[in-house]
């Protein structure tokens, strides 16, 4: 099937830092795996998309997932003109959206990320996921449930290459199997309550909550200061991105700072 999406570039999203189940499959043809699902999708001209399911399923998941009845082009224009930097930023990464993805999985997935480079946080989760999600078709397994990555032991965490990751990953898995906290319940706080939520679980600083709020829940005023963003602040800004400036989607801009900042490092 064909879908018009604007705004949307599937390399630069694969490569932007916010999934790692979203790899590509040649130049402009990418799968995901998400949901328990697997979508094969592919650029077919601009702002045309052909996709492996069927109506009903993008109806159901898809649509929501590619946030595709968002205007990106709102934010991109209310960038201040004088920000030379943030207009080439999202120039450069404009075919970036917010993918609408799933609070466990992008949870585990971050805390998974610290410390590591985005092709190892893939090959870890690759190998969580083998380890213990469900068999969706020849060789491709959903992310695990939490009870499933509760039930291995530290040796199974470990051989995903884990490292002193492993008991974050233990116990936030087990609070959410054990029912000691819910984050689908989590969607009804407020931005400051979910953020302190977050920070609630072990292994979980400041950037790792920031980017489970943007990434999970889509809440789009969050603004995850990692090395890359530290980068561009301390060379563009004097040390702090102005985020008041944009309230309500300064995580969008953070990711155009991101993708253009790793991608053009000196």
Known sequence: MIKQIKNMDLRQIAESGQCFRMTMTGD???????????LDIREDGEDRFELSCDDTEYEAYWRAYFDADTDYSVYINAIDKEDGFLTGAAA??????ILRQEPFETLISFIISQRKNIPAIQSSVEKLCRICGTKISDDIYSFPTPEAIAGLSEDELGACSLGYRVP????????????????????????????????SFHGVGKKVANCVMLFGYHRIAAFPVDVWIQRVEELHYNGRFPVERYPGFAGVLQQYMFFFGRNNAE
């Open 92 to 97: 450069y990464g404009s075919g970036i959206r």
């Open 168 to 199: 974050y990953i233990r116990e936030t898995a087990r609070r959410i199997a054990a029912g000691e906290a819910d984050l689908e319940m989590l969607r009804e706080l407020s931005d400051d309550e979910l953020y302190n939520e977050l920070l």
């Open 28 to 38: 402009k043809s990418a799968r995901v795996i998400a949901g328990g699902r697997v």
